[in-house]
T-cell receptor, first 113, second 112 residues
């Protein structure tokens, strides 16, 4: 079956630190991979996506590369800001099951000045 | 472009009462999803519509939950009767392609 596993939090970093949030997946077909972000009191927003192996998604300084050989899609940012404090969700969409989305449990990030 | 609208934003009810949530997707989006997000967890799909047909409702507790999407646009999710474990945020999302979902702000339900 399909599933997403991401590193547990919470994660606390100082401003300008390097961020990595690990995500691995299991899929029956050829999934598309996503990172969503949820700011306090808001709904989920798409942060970036990659639709095939070796694709790199990027947005707002965040990056993630679709690694089929390691079934991973780790999120990275070189220098985090206080405004990046949020919960980050890794997800996959599998066309083989009607494009259903599967989400990880989320990783809470707090960036302190 | 208007986003996904949901109402109400917050609801508090007692167990065994009923409650309904409403969602208006982005115009033109054929696919609509309802998710349940329990505190500290990722969203769990309850039901997925393609236009006004159900694609997947395998994780919908059908003894108490029901959902409909009239005319392939708005959707309503109902819980009757509610249990304490139904306390969660209920998220609606819509999509035009399989590469993106757009989420509404959610409805936070507290069952006491």
């Amino acid at each position: 079956g399909n599933s997403v596993t991401q590193m547990e939090g919470p994660v606390t970093l100082s401003e300008e630190a390097f961020l990595t949030i690990n995500c691995t997946y299991t899929a029956t077909g050829y999934p598309s991979l996503f990172w969503y972000v949820q700011y306090p009191g808001e709904g989920l927003q798409l942060l970036l996506k990659a639709t095939k192996a070796d694709d790199k998604g990027s947005n707002k300084g965040f990056e993630a590369t679709y690694r089929k050989e390691t079934t991973s899609f780790h999120l990275e940012k070189g220098s985090v800001q206080v405004s990046d404090s949020a919960v980050y969700f890794c997800a996959l969409s599998d066309q083989a099951v009607g494009n259903q989305f599967y989400f990880g449990t989320g990783t809470s990030l707090t960036v302190i000045p | 472009e208007a986003g996904v609208a949901q109402s109400p934003r917050y609801k508090i009810i007692e167990k065994r009462q009923s409650v309904a949530f409403w969602c208006n997707p982005i115009s033109g989006h054929a696919t609509l999803y309802w998710y349940q997000q329990i505190l500290g967890q990722g969203p769990k799909l309850l039901i997925q519509f393609q236009n006004n047909g159900v694609v997947d409702d395998s994780q919908l507790p059908k003894d108490r939950f029901s959902a409909e999407r009239l005319k392939g646009v708005d959707s309503t999710l109902k819980i009757q009767p509610a249990k304490l474990e139904d306390s969660a945020v209920y998220l609606c999302a819509s999509s035009l392609t399989r590469y993106e979902q757009y989420f509404g702000p959610g409805t936070r339900l507290t069952v006491t």
